[in-house]
């Protein structure tokens, strides 16, 4: 099984689409709400096809073909 990747967030949350942008998943925050529909991402276990799902220190992320990613504080 693949390791997770530790995301540093400096605020309490980020945004399931923020996230998707930062790690290079797509191009654009725009792109967020077509890549949702098209791919299958978990949070927490569960299918969330939501951009502006608010992601907190310790939700787990998983995208097909990016891996997994888990949400921390600085």
Do not use: C
Not at 42 to 62: A, M
Request: charged share 25%; no cysteine.
């Amino acid at each position: 099984m693949q390791e997770s990747k530790i995301v540093q967030i400096e605020g309490p949350f980020i945004t399931l689409g923020q996230l998707l942008k930062e790690e290079s998943i797509i191009a654009s925050g725009g792109a967020a709400k077509w890549f949702l529909r098209e791919n299958e991402v978990l949070v927490n276990d569960e299918i969330d096809q939501r951009r502006g799902r608010k992601l907190y220190p310790n939700d787990h992320v998983t995208v097909p073909e990016a891996g997994s990613f888990v949400i921390q504080s600085k």
